[in-house]
């Protein structure tokens, strides 16, 4: 992709969303939202400068599509040396200046819906950071950790403001590694969302935000009608779904296959029989595959359902163990169509990776 293929692909949305809005930042979408998945159309991918990202996934993702890199304007000409020393000219990427500084563009980045007029709008949810609690989790145990949001708390109106796209507000916590989508409706979640935010709500927020008002909240603004929430799966930790299960398609899920007697097994294959129990879009039952996720260090299982699908090409994350081969097979069968490339990073962890800190811009009309 050149620079001039780059600007016109965000012209034309521009050209579209300007139709209806003379301004095309902070606009409530009023009727007919549609949380979108990740298999639909994208034109980039959004990742942070520092990056804390191997190098060869850099470069893969910025000549799949355009890269768009949020950076702290006195990191731009940083910024630029790195993209260009591994192999990326400016036509394959785009400078978003912002404060923003944490790698975790999955979790406190943007969802998009697609308005009741086929527009693509960023969706600005509450993001205080990961609190690191037990599978019991109450609303004692939320505490925030790892760093200060304030920068974030600006960088989808400074991605909107870039890239001319509208926004709404969702007055909810949303994590991105803990809501998955079938495009169609229903989203999983763990039961760390719904205590995070009635911690939230109990810490300052006037409007209490149960379950059941949390679910109306994603009725209104993400067109989630069927929430699935599942048990949290990690004895102590932070409780993502992201880190357990992909959502492949409408049809399919990808699950990670813990080792038997492992603390991580029980939950997951409990929460599978809930996934068994419910019906597909098109009236069936989901195909269920499972990736084997034996131990890669001492009792720490890889987080290969942390992987990110761009387009036509699904990247993996690799944690240097005996099963990144067969978890690369399992993913060739899991997605036929796709190219499937694996990368290994010394910073993976079990409970972040690839999926957590890149997130496709589904603004492509």
Request: hydrophobic share 40%; glycine share 6%; proline share 5%.
């Amino acid at each position: 992709m050149n620079m001039l293929n780059l600007r016109q692909l965000v012209s034309s949305v521009s050209l579209a969303l300007a139709v209806s809005c003379a301004s095309t930042s902070n606009v409530q979408v009023e009727a007919g939202p549609r949380l979108m998945a990740e298999w639909e159309p994208a034109q980039g991918t959004m990742i942070v400068y520092p990056f804390d990202l191997p190098d060869a996934l850099i470069t893969d993702l910025g000549h799949e599509a355009g890269l768009f890199v949020l950076v702290q304007k006195e990191n731009m000409q940083q910024a630029n040396d790195k993209l260009h020393s591994i192999g990326l000219e400016l036509g394959h990427y785009q400078l978003i200046l912002t404060e923003a500084s944490s790698p975790w563009t999955r979790d406190w980045g943007p969802h998009q819906v697609e308005s009741f007029e086929g527009q693509r709008v960023l969706v600005d949810h509450i993001f205080r950071g990961y609190p690191w609690v037990p599978a019991d989790c109450d609303t004692l145990d939320i505490n925030y950790q790892w760093g200060d949001m304030v920068g974030e708390d600006n960088a989808v109106n400074d991605i909107a403001n870039a890239l001319d796209l509208l926004t709404t507000q969702l007055p909810a916590i949303a994590t991105g590694g803990n809501l998955l989508t079938d495009g169609h409706g229903r989203a999983f979640c763990t039961e760390a969302q719904i205590v995070e935010n009635q911690a939230q709500a109990e810490t300052g927020d006037p409007n209490y935000i149960d379950e059941a008002r949390y679910r109306e909240l994603l009725r209104e603004h993400l067109g989630i009608t069927d929430l699935v929430v599942l048990e949290n799966t990690e004895p102590q930790g932070i409780q993502h779904i992201d880190c357990w299960m992909k959502v492949v398609d409408a049809e399919t899920l990808l699950v990670k296959q813990a080792p038997v007697g492992h603390p991580e097994h029980d939950p997951i294959e409990r929460n599978i029989e809930i996934l068994r129990s419910l019906v597909t879009p098109t009236g069936g039952s989901y195909r269920i595959l499972r990736i084997d996720c034996s131990p890669y260090r001492d009792d720490l299982l890889p987080a290969y359902t942390n992987s990110l699908r761009l387009n036509d090409v699904v990247h993996v994350p690799l944690f240097g163990g005996e099963a990144d081969g067969q978890a690369l097979e399992t993913y060739r069968q899991a997605f036929p169509t796709c190219e499937v490339k694996g990368y290994l990073h010394t910073t993976w962890k079990h409970f972040d990776a690839l999926h957590c800190r890149a997130r496709a811009l589904h603004t492509a009309l």
